[in-house]
């Protein structure tokens, strides 16, 4: 019989899933938050308050959905298997080891890796080593939206950029031209967060989405009403004399432009708190799959004897991982926050403005067809994208790159590698009929065989 009950093992795997949603938020959330630290839009405690608040209201609102797709998309398992909950419960055990270990790692090194990209490369080395069948139409997907979702999100964050320095930085009064723009991008910005929350928030399933769309659209123009009005205040001529104590009579052209779109980026730090706030409920829907898929899946089995096609994600397992979010972003989220918002290239409020609310664009679509992209590789590309828009080579720096590149690189066999040998460490604790089923699948793999 089993040395240990599956009762022990979802005590221990509660544990674990927490450390790695610490771990995810020290890393992921950080690199979200980063850009906003890093142009000065936000200080340090404050993004740590935004990140905590909307990180957990993200996961529990928005997280069953993807979380489903990862526990039970990835792999699949046989009637065998699941015949025998323990052996199945401690390789999902074994995968939330192996991500939380490499999170941690990567974090002390300041380096923003992928969640998504450590749980499914466990989930697949598990797999493999088990018996459980992969999902390779799920896992190429997957694959597949890693290397589309960084050039989609800097294709997208180069054309707001674009916008905004075409019509806004580079226009004939910068001041004037906020003042009409401002309204039209916080008013856009509110109408997707709403969009996204009424459509996809369980309170909300029963109303029909043509209503909630009039409501989203009746919450964007409230907010762009509120930017109207405030634009106007902090730009008008009577604020920008007693603010600068500069005449207009005595200012040149080129003075007053540069003056004004000093104004610009003030503004833009404003704009950076809302898109912060996006990215970071964005965030939350989408990765808190990843610190609690696994998890959800062992839960299921210890609660119903099995895990169907889909899992139920109870609401305190999302409690659960949104706390440890929170948590990990508060204790441990400085070095790699320093990373993504100064090293990778010099960012400004209308740059960072770009960067965030373009991967939070990305990431909220994906979330909503159910496909987990990376947070960290859309915002990492985002970031790119805009250093190199103003046509210099030199405004990235290549050396931080290219070990973020690396990093991504191993995550995925590295986590695999550790929640292998996880698993193969813990064959003691399995009847021996399991022990034997994972030697034979050892000695069908060329590389182990």
Request: charged letters at 10%; glycine letters at 10%.
């Amino acid at each position: 019989m089993a040395l240990v009950t599956p009762s022990v093992l979802l005590v221990i795997g509660g544990a674990v899933a927490f450390f790695l949603s610490a771990a995810l938020g020290a890393n992921d959330v950080a690199n979200s938050l980063g850009t906003s630290v890093g142009t000065g839009a936000v200080k340090v405690s404050q993004a740590l308050l935004i990140g905590a608040v909307m990180e957990f209201s993200g996961a529990v609102l928005f997280g069953s959905t993807v979380t489903q797709t990862v526990s039970a998309g990835v792999v699949s398992v046989s009637a065998a298997t699941l015949a025998n909950p323990v052996g199945y419960m401690v390789g999902m055990l074994s995968v939330l080891v192996g991500c939380t270990l490499w999170m941690a790692t990567a974090t002390n090194l300041g380096l923003p890796v992928s969640s998504t990209h450590a749980v499914v490369g466990s989930l697949v080395g598990i797999g493999l080593v088990s018996g459980w069948g992969v999902n390779a139409t799920a896992v190429t997907n997957i694959v597949a939206s890693w290397f589309l979702s960084p050039f989609i999100g800097g294709a997208v964050a180069v054309t707001l950029y674009a916008i905004i320095r075409r019509y806004i930085l580079r226009a004939p009064r910068p001041a004037k031209a906020i003042r009409r723009f401002l309204p039209l991008l916080s008013g856009f910005a509110s109408l997707v967060l709403s969009v996204f929350i009424l459509f996809k928030g369980a309170p909300f399933a029963a109303i029909p989405k043509g209503n909630l769309l009039a409501v989203a659209a009746a919450i964007s123009a409230f907010v762009s009403g509120i930017s109207l009005a405030l634009s106007t205040a902090i730009h008008s001529r009577t604020y920008i004399k007693a603010e600068l104590g500069v005449p207009d009579d005595v200012e040149s052209p080129e003075e007053r432009m540069v003056r004004e779109q000093g104004d610009v980026e003030r503004i833009f730090k404003v704009l950076q708190v809302v898109t912060a706030c996006l990215l970071a409920f964005s965030h939350g829907s989408n990765d808190v799959s990843n610190a609690i898929g696994p998890f959800a899946a062992m839960y299921s089995m210890w609660a119903n004897g099995g895990v169907g096609a889909t899992v139920a994600i109870p609401l305190w397992v999302l409690v659960m991982g949104g706390i440890g979010i929170s948590t990990g972003l508060a204790v441990w989220g400085r070095p790699v926050m320093e990373t993504v918002g100064k090293k990778i290239t010099s960012l400004v409020p209308t740059k960072g403005f770009a960067v965030e609310l373009s991967t939070a664009l990305t990431v909220l679509i994906a979330s909503e067809f159910g496909l987990p992209v990376s947070t960290t590789q859309v915002l990492v590309g985002c970031i790119v994208a805009i250093g190199l828009s103003s046509g210099d080579k030199e405004a990235v720096n290549g050396g931080v790159l290219k070990n973020i590149a690396l990093s991504w690189g191993v995550t995925l066999p590295v986590s695999a590698t550790i929640s292998v040998a996880f698993y193969l460490l813990c064959q003691p604790l399995l009847t021996p009929v399991v022990a034997a089923t994972v030697a034979s699948r050892l000695a069908t793999l060329p590389m182990l065989g």
